[in-house]
């Protein structure tokens, strides 16, 4: 029999969302739904944190459906802490252009069922729907503003993209299963622990399914969705299009790396050190010619993808531990930034990267949030994003990846580039004329979660920064049991 | 009880923190005129200065509470854990507080001095429009030095090292509407980066020795295998070096930068552009003791190195000398004061060359009580002669500024080692050790010190004489609005008299191994200090004879009969110049470093980075951008050519990946 | 008289369909409804290869699987309308060449 408590936080959120679902369609206000979201997210973690539960789930065979790790526990922590501050920023956007609908915390709850599910697949299928259940909402929440032509453009270019990785995804399980005869994980892991290379049929099953995995992930060659979605998408969502699938497709990519596909180490090691060297130049490179903020800043998720990438290469505990540690404090960087966008664009301020000039003048608190989040993302000490860093590319040293982690360097060189440029426009440039006319005067300092949540990620930020060893005691021992 | 320590080392912290937000205070008016008036800032400085004065004055009396509780209550040296800060695998740095004997006495020192320093500061500071960013810098020094005594370990220590240098750089450069103090600060601060590079490298090589830097890890593994790490060799340049001495001389050359020995001093006279109360806090008392402070915690290392404590002996013993003889003929009086800073350090320092750390450690602290009341008393005149600071303008001010004068009397003769004063304790005590450290190796050492005795004398009491005695010298404007300073200025150097006239004895069995409860080791073998007990009556009479003559000799010279030292200088014309220009140590470094780096460095910006590196970086991130300008254009907004580009990759993908399968 | 039908055979046909359906894609450059239709070709290979492993090795796994696939994408094919339609109502089209907005 499974038990049922290892489930319980997956079954909660779909229950969660389907109440949501009924309480707005029988008239409950978006806002209210709104703090229900934010109420049973944060309730949830009270379980999760006080009764991790372990083990497996479905046992079939050898294997099971799915299966509960430290690893899988701490990612799905992540995400919902990730999750409420998120949770937090549709309403003040919304509500701004009134479009606030209650489905869109169904959706966003029902997309974090399916990454909770994605974390803990053991099996071809349950990773298939993960996948599907945390996309679809996402296909559906780009479309939010439905009369906005970019937002349904997103969503169209998403939907189209996804579809064709997901197809892919599938036709791989179809010929890992020709191949093998199993769709689990623990048989598969039996069937190529026989060591030598696997037979030709196989590794390209293997090849398209972990290719849907880094379509999610935004690795290039399949990154080229990303800036057009993130652009078009509404601001919130964008947030959760950033931060969550990002570390749900990570968690997945790095057990099934560990997992079935460890015995092939020799195979997908080189060819992930390529695909990240790619993607950390080719998103830092693009993302200096950018002039949208959001753009600019999908671009830089390209990147950053990219340095999570190079913690996955190393292939050691110290390594997957950092990728949590990267993906936790990006995310939140992120969730800080889009606030702060967020906030800026309520302002009627343009976001722009020449519409920033002058910032610091206008908006003094504004401008010191984005200046300490985007030092962050630029990998200055004493910011968490600085130890991220280097938590990724000290154990890419240790594997021998010398010159991935040279390639990084650089590659944040660029990337701080971008982030710097900002700053100075913020501080040192001289905004154009009808800029300063649009923007509203100063004092209309709204009541808006917005800046709490900003200010809780400076905070975060900062504190990691300063004492690393808070989060990465929980991300190192949590990597190590992948082992 | 456990966590006095804690909350004292806190304390000023908070005050500083809690001085910095109100800047935060919302401003009204005040913002449209960017001129700030006094009456504006009022309320926020009083708030500024009751915060941080109020915390050190807090953290003072704990200070007492956690040393008296170690000495005379019977208590056991604590550890308390803070938090973990780094964990790297086996290398773990964990701050937290140490409180043994060595770190109670420095808080005791830090803090008093530091508590008197900003009661003082509150009048001194009076008509200063930013004096609350004076109080905050002050409070923040306090911090940084409490952090650097407590550490357990040599990375925190190493925290608060630089964040004194922090603090010094900042309030020596307080006043940066002028030139000179801009430049004396940039000058500390960058003295003692060569300082601290030299003392990086030494921490490395312990930590790549020990795989630790906390003390208890470094102590505990020199005693286990003493053999094995005495003889533990590092190549340099060719060479074979002992691990050991050169960690332990790296070190001291870290020491030998924050407490000015020769040198790397050259900064010391120029921080006293700083305000007063600064050079009363940092300058003479806390930080320029750091130095001596760390070679005494690291004495098990030292121990283990004899090479490198007879270089610690014979630079202490030259800046002695040095700054004694420099100190007699500068003319402004904080310059005076703050070469006998120097040369007492000499004199800290040689002690420990003869392994008498506890003989150092009581001369730290009875100096802490005099210097700052002689840096203080200074104040006090510069204060009375509206920011006069040269002794030839003063002169018979005892009758205008009686209690000031009764202070530096009893500063001077302190400073001079009269007994029953303080000074006389301690500094007898190093010169007794070195006399008879075992072999008489230290004893130029001991002659050197006597001398330099004398010459403290003479310098001493030639300010107070020149100041004090006499007829006035200066323009008599000044002296008509001359008048005796505040009891907010003269209260808080009353402790600090008590201090220099009774510290000597009441803190004297400082002076004993068995005072400092395994807080500082010595090895029997060069047990200085044990032998100074027999030391003979000649060795141990000469100094104070010598001292008295040279009071008497600057009675002479500087308040009787005063043209003569004019006569001598120009009879003495060499060596009067020689002393006058401070031995031309800032011209030599003038001739063969500043100058020379700047030629090269004009040539390097001219030729190699206008040219050249400009010209790679530029280039560089012209071409990044073109790259950035081409990628770009791929990404053409139709979904047909981002699927293309995917099943593109796909299908090169899979064929790398069939061919490496399949051949 | 018939070449017996091995899985070799299945999978070759599958694969010719999963080609079809990625070159529709990517050379149609008029009808969003065609490439909807192409990804349904391509879950539909997909569904070819799970099926005949299934029977080829009499295990029931690919049948449940392709069960789950239908209903997915079933669903999937909603969400790909009703954006379509939103596409439309925004842009009076539905070419696929027209959602250029965003680029660079």
């Known amino acids: 029999m499974t038990d049922l408590t290892l489930l319980f936080p997956t079954i909660f959120l779909a229950v969660w969302a389907l109440v949501l679902l009924m309480y707005g369609a029988f008239g409950g206000s978006a806002r209210t739904t709104a703090a229900f979201a934010c109420f049973g997210l944060a309730m949830l973690l009270v379980p999760m944190l006080t009764k991790p539960a372990m083990g497996s789930a479905f046992v079939l065979g050898q294997g099971a459906l799915l299966g509960f790790s430290p690893f899988t526990q701490l990612a799905q922590v992540l995400l919902l802490v990730l999750a409420i501050p998120v949770a937090l920023l549709a309403e003040p956007f919304f509500e701004g252009r009134k ?39 996402l296909y559906i929440m780009a479309a939010m503003l439905r009369d906005r032509a970019e937002s349904s453009e997103a969503a169209l270019k ?144 390209i990147a950053n993808v990219g340095f999570v990438l190079c913690g996955v290469v190393a292939a050691s505990p110290q390594g997957h531990g950092g990728v949590l540690f990267y993906l936790a404090v990006y995310g939140l960087t992120m969730v800080g930034l889009f606030a702060v966008l967020i906030e800026l664009e309520n302002l009627q301020e343009p976001v722009t990267v020449h519409g920033l000039a002058g910032l610091a003048r206008r908006r003094p608190w504004l401008a010191t949030m984005l200046l300490m989040l985007l030092f962050s993302m630029a990998g200055v000490p004493p910011f968490a994003g600085f130890m991220a860093k280097l938590n990724v590319f000290a154990p890419l040293v240790a594997a021998g990846y010398t010159w991935l982690a040279v390639v990084g360097v650089m590659a944040s060189v660029v990337a701080a580039f971008y982030s710097l440029w900002l700053v100075k426009t913020m501080y040192f440039d001289v905004p154009s004329a009808e800029v300063a006319v649009v923007a509203k005067p100063v004092q209309s300092a709204q009541q808006s979660p917005l800046m709490l949540v900003a200010l809780a990620a400076v905070a975060v930020v900062l504190v990691l920064g300063v004492l690393p060893g808070l989060l990465s005691n929980l991300t190192l021992p949590a990597a190590t049991a992948l082992f | 009880m456990t966590h006095l320590p804690t909350i004292l080392i806190l304390l000023p912290l908070l005050g500083a923190l809690a001085g910095a937000l109100t800047y935060l205070w919302p401003t009204g008016a005040k913002r449209r005129s960017n001129i700030r008036t006094l009456e504006h800032s009022n309320i926020r400085d009083t708030i500024a200065m009751a915060t941080t004065t109020g915390s050190v004055v807090l953290a003072a009396v704990l200070a007492w509470t956690v040393f008296l509780s170690l000495w005379l209550g019977g208590g056991a040296a604590s550890h308390v854990d803070w938090f973990t800060w780094l964990n790297a695998g086996p290398w773990q740095v964990t701050f937290g507080a140490l409180t043994d004997k060595l770190s109670a006495t420095m808080y005791v020192v830090v803090a008093t001095v530091s508590a008197c320093v900003h009661v003082y500061s509150i009048g001194y500071m009076h008509e200063d429009a930013s004096r609350r960013r004076f109080f905050i810098y002050l409070s923040a020094f306090t911090f940084a030095m409490l952090m650097l005594v407590s550490a357990p370990n040599l990375v925190q220590m190493f925290l608060g090292w630089e964040g004194v240098g922090v603090c010094s750089y900042l309030l020596i450069g307080f006043w940066h509407h002028k030139e000179s103090a801009n430049a004396a600060a940039m000058k500390a601060f960058i003295v003692n980066r060569v300082a601290d590079a030299a003392m990086l490298v030494g921490l490395f090589l312990l930590l790549q020795t020990f795989g630790s830097l906390t003390y208890g890890d470094i102590f505990g593994q020199l005693g286990a295998n003493t053999a094995a790490l005495m003889n533990a060799v590092t190549p340099l340049f060719g060479y074979e070096v002992s691990t050991l001495s050169l960690a332990a001389l790296l070190i001291f050359v870290g020491a030998m930068g924050k407490s000015a020995q020769f040198g790397l001093h050259t900064w010391l006279p120029d921080a006293m552009e700083g305000p007063t109360p600064v050079s009363a806090l940092i300058h003479a008392a806390t930080m320029v003791t750091a130095g001596v402070f760390l070679l005494c915690r690291l004495s098990p290392l030292y121990e283990l190195t004899p090479d490198v404590l007879h270089i610690v002996a014979y630079v202490g013993a030259l800046t002695a000398i040095f700054a004694a003889t420099v100190g007699l003929t500068q003319t402004d009086i904080k310059r005076v004061i703050a070469y006998s800073t120097c040369s007492q350090l000499g004199y800290m320092f040689f002690a420990i060359g003869v392994s008498a750390y506890p ?60 007994p029953p004063f303080a000074g006389f304790f301690s500094k007898d005590l190093i010169l007794e050790s070195a006399f008879m450290a075992p072999g008489g190796w230290a004893q130029p050492v001991y002659y050197v010190g006597a001398l330099a005795a004398m010459l403290t004398a003479i310098y001493g009491f030639r300010i107070v004489f020149m100041a004090f005695e006499g007829a006035f010298m200066g323009d008599e404007k000044v ?32 002076g004993t191994l068995e005072w400092w409860q395994g807080a500082i080791v010595i090895s029997h073998h060069h047990d200085a200090l044990h032998a100074a007990h027999h030391t003979p009556a000649y060795a141990k009479y000469a100094p104070l004879l010598l001292a008295i003559c040279g009071i008497a000799a600057a009675w002479y010279l500087f308040a009787e009969y005063r043209n003569i030292p004019r006569k001598l200088a120009s009879v003495l014309a060499i060596p009067y110049a020689i002393s006058l220009n401070k031995w031309y140590v800032d011209e030599l470094y003038d001739l063969a470093v500043v100058r020379p780096t700047r030629v090269l460095a004009g040539w390097l910006y001219r030729f190699v980075d206008q040219e050249g590196i400009d010209g790679l970086v530029n280039g560089a991130a012209d071409a990044t951008k073109q790259a950035g300008q081409a990628l770009r254009q791929t990404q053409t907004g139709h979904v047909a050519h981002y699927a293309f580009a995917m099943v593109m990759a796909l299908v090169v993908g899979l064929g790398l990946l069939l061919w490496r399968v399949m051949g | 008289m018939f070449y017996s039908i091995t899985l070799t055979h299945i999978l070759t046909l599958s694969s010719v369909l999963l080609v079809l359906g990625l070159v529709g894609i990517v050379l149609n450059r008029r009808n969003i409804i065609a490439i909807l239709m ?41 969400i790909g309308l009703a954006i379509v339609t939103l596409f439309f109502r925004n842009r009076g089209d539905i070419e696929i060449d027209s959602a250029d907005r965003m680029r660079g």
Not at chain 1, 272 to 291: D, P, W, Y
Not at chain 3, 58 to 67: N, P, R, S, V
Request: glycine share 8%.
């Open chain 2, 479 to 510: 002296r008509s609005h001359a008048h005796e300073s505040p009891w907010v200025i003269l209260g808080p150097m009353m402790p600090l008299a008590a201090g220099a006239v009774l510290a000597g004895l009441l803190l004297s069995p400082m």
């Open chain 1, 99 to 137: 479009a606030h609908r209650a489905e869109i915390y169904t959706l966003m709850l029902l997309s974090l069922c399916g990454m909770f599910i994605l974390t803990a697949a053991q099996d071809f299928l349950p990773m298939y729907m993960g996948l599907e259940l945390m996309s679809f909402p």
């Open chain 2, 359 to 418: 003989a150092a450690m009581f001369h730290l602290t009875t100096h802490a009580f005099f210097k700052a009341l002689l840096f203080l008393g200074a104040g006090s005149v510069i204060h009375a002669m509206h920011h006069e600071q040269n002794i030839f303008r003063m002169g018979g001010l005892k009758t205008v500024l009686p209690i000031t004068y009764v202070c530096m009397w009893l500063g001077s003769l302190a400073l001079a080692g009269i």
């Open chain 3, 38 to 78: 192409c990804l349904e070709l391509i879950l539909l290979s997909a569904n070819i290869n799970l099926v005949a492993t299934s029977h080829f090795r009499a295990d029931l796994a690919g049948h449940i699987f392709t069960f789950f696939i239908l209903t997915v994408a079933a669903a999937e094919l909603a």
């Open chain 1, 158 to 301: 998403y939907f189209v993209l996804g579809g064709l990785a997901s197809g892919l995804l599938l036709f791989g399980v179809g010929l890992v299963y020709a191949a093998t005869g199993t769709t689990q994980f623990a048989s598969l892991m039996v069937a190529l622990g026989q060591g030598g290379m696997p037979w030709p049929l196989l590794s390209v099953g293997l090849a398209l399914t972990v290719l849907a995995v880094l379509f999610k992930l935004s690795v290039v060659p399949f990154h080229m969705w990303t800036p057009d979605v993130y652009q078009g998408a509404p601001t919130p969502v964008t947030a959760f299009m950033a931060a969550l699938p990002k570390l749900a497709a990570i968690v997945l990519l790095v057990r099934l790396l560990e997992g079935p596909l460890s015995g092939l180490q020799e195979l997908w090691q080189p060819a992930l050190a390529v695909l990240a060297a790619a993607s950390m130049v080719v998103g830092s490179v693009v993302a200096i010619r950018q002039t949208d903020v959001k753009r600019l800043l999908a671009w830089s998720t």
